[in-house]
């Protein structure tokens, strides 16, 4: 019997119904560089209004059934990749690409910029050292980490801490920054970077050179802005890392946050210990001194379109122990000295786009500070404890600091002219019986204007100015220029030109530290800082879908006059005060290499000199020194296992420091050259959720570096023995981190 033509469509339009059904869409997450599947990315549903509806994970070929039943938001992420945002409709289709982050122009940084952006359309060089740098370096403070970098120097001191030079310049002439707020608490003109942890870290931004315009004084050298974790995607995110290393370090940490709607909460603890240490431990005594540090950091934060705002607070607390040494002649009491610094930062900001284009910002801090020096008289037989009778030797110094700044910004990327309006008020209080009076303050007041003017496509420059009244000093008008040539569109130039200016602070001014190790006192009578600093970098780099690389030449020149260094005013009692130099300056360059075959290994080379000089007087003048600085980091991939290797190297070279005798004469020493090597090996498990990773650091294992030339009876710390110490020897650490995320 013949078929009947109906039949046959409807046999027809059955079947294409069932082929329809089963083919349902389907969503694939997959690398933009190689086009690899990414197993378990997570992926998050709203409705239009933000209304969560599904989180779901791609299974381990980088797919997902597309479940929506209307038109919605849909948020794609993974660990190491930039966050996808995009639309999806029912029955769809779609395919993510996700870009990897490893690749630093992706990176959108915020210091001294108008609004957030990409660091390649920055008109200042910023460097970004991102959360993966971090983990690979394994890096527990932010002295850890900056020591390897080029054309960065740093330094250490059993009681004040570490310290870094930038530039060829240290102490008052770099910001440190948190979240745009500056840290408080300078001992003998230096941030002790031991201090400030990095377990919350999510970047970190460096600008070398003047950025006196936009943050004032204490830029003259560059800023150090550490960018805290930001939950922006996730419900709820809880992370918890422990590290232990050899030498006697044991650090936990552990943080959350909670999203939901437009709001975000969010709050951290951290307790670091560290054992001490001496190359020759034959007394109580220890060069590195033990110490004991919490951190403890709350944040709110609420969101809408066009604006953000929110309050946080950071506390830190430290107890540094110095040991003496036993006393003759039954060697069974000693005098210990005990240091607590405490530090408190609060702050407010808002970021809102007032209408098309225009952008408000407002920043507002408090900071506390304070540090108590206590010592003991101990009875190791008996255990006893007790103040010693001395006033001198107790000790309390307090400092308080209030910041407001407000910006007012006009920001789009195709308009031939932007600006920043802004306001900087900064205010400083200082207490405690060695400072002169029992009590000082010192206020800075300025307002900046800066002009970003685009004549041509490829061609911007950004020329700004300042003006500050200072409650101590008579402040200039302070100025600068800054240019961005894109020459072509893998060739760059960026060139800066500024004026710079710097009152001393309260502590050079006023401040005696005195200890067992220390006598310097401030000097009332000092002159401000003037400056003059010039910068160039010329950048060259090809991109191409899974390999690039780049090169970059820059040079640096600072001049500063008046400037402020630390005199000899009595050899016997190692006592020093700070004077003003006629001139110090500083200049050099540095040679980049970097090369990445995505994704399974990176290459970075960088070498770099920089000389410094000193005028002290018109016809006593050290000559200008250079000093070297070689660095070689490589990262590989074992595609096969998924563990990640990497190397750090640096050669740092001989390098001079110069001071100033009783009787005006000149004294140089020289450190002598010295090599740095870290070897460490991570590896993610549980689905990305827990890293674990091993390492061995200084592998060369320095300890002190030898000192040549005229320390003048031990420089500044009296009981040198010619030699500084830069690390506590070859040391081996295991680290442990765990993440657990809802979307």
């Known amino acids: ?69 209307q038109k919605s938001l849909i948020t794609a992420s993974f660990i ?115 201090q400030l942890n990095l377990y919350n870290v999510e970047h970190i931004e460096v600008i070398e050179g003047p950025m006196s ?78 110490k004991r540090q919490y951190n403890a950091d709350a944040a709110v934060q609420y969101s809408m379109k066009g604006m953000k705002t929110g309050i946080s607070a950071s506390y830190f607390n430290e107890l540094l122990v110095d040991k003496g040494n036993l006393i003759k002649p039954y060697y069974e009491t000693a005098f210990d000295n005990e240091f607590i610094t405490n530090r408190l930062t609060t702050n407010y900001d808002l970021n809102k786009e007032l209408y098309k284009d225009r952008f408000l910002t407002v920043l507002a801090s408090y900071s506390f500070y304070n540090r108590v020096k206590n010592t003991y008289f101990v009875d190791l037989t008996t255990l006893d404890k007790n103040l010693t009778s001395n006033k001198a030797d107790q000790d309390t110094s307090k400092f308080d600091q209030y910041l407001l700044r407000t910006e007012f910004s006009k920001s789009n990327p195709q308009s031939k002219l932007n600006y920043q309006l802004g306001f900087d008020l900064n205010y400083e209080n200082g207490a405690g019986k060695r400072i002169l009076d029992q009590k000082q303050s010192l206020g800075d007041y300025a307002a900046y204007l800066s002009m970003k003017i685009t004549p041509l496509v490829r061609f911007m420059l950004q020329p700004g100015l300042r003006y500050s009244y200072n409650t101590k000093y008579t402040a200039p008008l302070v100025y600068s220029l800054n240019i961005k040539w894109d020459i072509m569109e893998e060739f760059s130039l960026r060139a800066s030109y500024a004026k710079g200016f710097r009152a001393p602070s309260i502590k050079e001014l006023y401040l005696e530290f005195v200890d067992v190790n220390h006598n310097v006192r401030g000097n009332p009578n000092l002159e401000a800082e003037y400056s003059q600093n010039m910068n160039i970098a010329l950048r060259y780099s090809q991109e191409k879908e899974t390999y690039d690389y780049g090169l970059e030449m820059s040079l640096f020149y600072n001049n500063i006059k008046n400037s402020i260094s630390l005199a000899t005013v009595d050899f016997n009692s190692s006592l020093y005060t700070y004077v003003n130099v006629n001139n110090m300056i500083t200049q050099g360059f540095q040679l980049n290499f970097n090369n990445r075959v995505y994704p399974w290994l990176e290459i970075k080379l960088g070498y770099g000199e920089t000389g410094r000089k000193q005028i002290f007087q018109d016809n006593l003048t050290y000559d200008m020194v250079y000093s070297p600085d070689l660095v070689a980091n490589v990262n590989y991939l074992w595609r096969k296992t998924d563990v990640n290797f990497s190397v750090f190297y640096k050669y740092s070279g001989a390098y001079p420091e110069v001071f100033i005798g009783e009787n005006g004469q000149v004294f140089q020493t020289i450190m002598g050259s010295y090599n740095t090597l870290d070897v460490t090996v991570n590896r993610w498990f549980w689905r990305n959720r827990l890293n674990a990773q091993i390492g061995a650091k200084n592998l060369f294992n320095n300890t002190n570096i030898d000192i040549s030339g005229n320390p003048g009876s031990g420089g500044i710390h009296s009981g040198s023995s010619g030699s500084s110490p830069v690390a506590w020897g070859r040391t081996y650490f295991i680290k442990l981190a765990i993440a657990l995320k809802k979307f």
């Open 213 to 290: 315009v936009i943050y004032g004084s204490n830029a003259l050298a560059g800023v150090i802005n550490i960018i805290t974790k930001e939950n922006k995607n996730t419900q709820f995110t809880t992370n918890a890392n422990a590290y232990l290393e050899s030498v006697g370090v044991y650090n936990f940490s552990a943080d959350a946050s909670v999203r939901k709607n437009r709001w975000m909460t969010s709050g951290s603890l951290a307790r670091n210990f560290f054992d001490g240490f001496s190359v020759v431990d034959t007394s109580r005594s220890q060069t590195w001194k033990p």
């Open 80 to 194: 190491g990749y930039k966050t996808y945002f995009d639309t999806i409709s029912p029955g769809q289709n779609l395919m993510i690409l996700l870009t990897p982050l490893v690749y630093n122009m992706d990176e959108v940084v915020v210091t001294g910029q108008y609004t957030p952006q990409a660091v390649d359309k920055s008109i200042f060089r910023v460097k970004v050292i991102g959360a993966k740098q971090i983990e690979q370096r394994a890096s527990n403070n932010l002295n850890d980490l900056m020591a390897g970098e080029l054309n960065i120097r740093s330094s250490n001191d059993g009681a004040l801490g570490s310290k870094i030079t930038m530039q060829g310049l240290g102490g008052e002439h770099i910001k440190f920054l948190i979240d745009g707020v500056p840290v408080i608490g300078r001992m003998n003109g230096n941030i002790d970077l031991g």
């Open 1 to 69: 019997m013949p078929i009947k033509p109906y039949l046959i469509l409807i046999n027809l339009l059955f079947g294409c119904a069932i082929f329809g059904h089963a083919q349902k869409a389907v969503i694939r997450v997959k690398d933009a560089r190689n086009k690899e599947s990414i197993a378990f990315t997570n992926i998050v549903i709203e409705k239009p209004d933000h209304t969560l509806m599904h989180t779901i994970v791609t299974d381990i070929d980088g797919n997902v059934e597309n479940p929506v039943k």
